[in-house]
């Protein structure tokens, strides 16, 4: 079957401290991995998008990382700001077009 | 470029009640998606339309739910009659094409009461 696990479910963490989110899937055949950043009201907005070949890509003070073995794959943000508090989410693709999402991860940036 | 539109912005109506979302994709983005989004959970897929033709409505609760999407353009999302675990937000988004990274519209948040 195929999922997507995140984790944690929430994190808060101070103003410029750094964090890693986590996600797990079984996706298959996968496509490619996307992380999404929602705000508070808003639609989520795509922060990376990675393929099977790809073990990193960075977005300004987000970066990516994927395990294909292990069908892993974190998100790690970068001295964090108040404007980072937002849900992330992860997406999985499999090759018949078969989109699946993670629950996402709540952080909340506190000054 | 114009992101995807989305109206009303929030909604309430009583159950029973009928409701209908509108969406405007992006300008010759062939691919719309609507999802629900239940607080608390990630985005589930109802249902996905390739120009004017359905690829996806295998989640879409039909006794209910009904969408189209007459011109291959924008789109409607009608629910009728309404429960309470309809509250949620309604997302749209569009792609170029199947599989390709997406746009999400800002959605509509629906409360049922």
């Known amino acids: 079957k195929n999922q997507v696990e995140q984790s944690p479910q929430s994190l808060i963490i101070l103003e410029g401290k750094n964090c890693t989110l986590q996600?797990?899937?079984?996706?298959?055949?996968?496509?490619?991995l996307r992380w999404y950043k929602q705000d508070t009201g808003r639609g989520p907005v795509s922060l990376t998008i990675?393929?099977?070949?790809?073990n990193t890509k960075s977005n300004g003070r987000y970066t990516a990382t994927l395990d294909a073995d292990t069908k892993q794959s974190s998100l790690h943000i970068t001295a964090s700001q108040l404007s980072d508090s937002a849900s992330y989410i992860c997406?999985?693709?499999?090759?018949?077009?078969?989109?699946?999402f993670g629950a996402g991860t709540r952080l909340t940036v506190k000054p | 470029e114009a992101g995807v539109a989305q109206s009303p912005r929030y909604k309430i109506i009583e159950k029973r009640q009928s409701v209908a979302f509108w969406c405007n994709p992006i300008s010759g983005h062939a691919t719309l998606y609507w999802y629900q989004q239940i607080l608390g959970q990630g985005p589930k897929l109802l249902i996905q339309f390739q120009n004017n033709g359905v690829v996806d409505d295998s989640q879409l609760p039909k006794d209910r739910f009904s969408a189209e999407r007459l011109k291959g353009v924008d789109s409607t999302l009608k629910i009728q009659p309404a429960k309470l675990e309809d509250s949620a937000v309604y997302l749209c988004a569009s792609s170029s094409r199947l599989g390709d990274g997406y746009t999400f519209g800002s959605g509509t948040r629906l409360t049922v009461v």
């Open positions: 996600c797990n899937y079984t996706v298959s055949p996968f496509s490619n």
């Open positions: 990675m393929t099977f070949s790809e």
């Open positions: 997406v999985v693709s499999a090759y018949n077009n078969d989109m699946r």
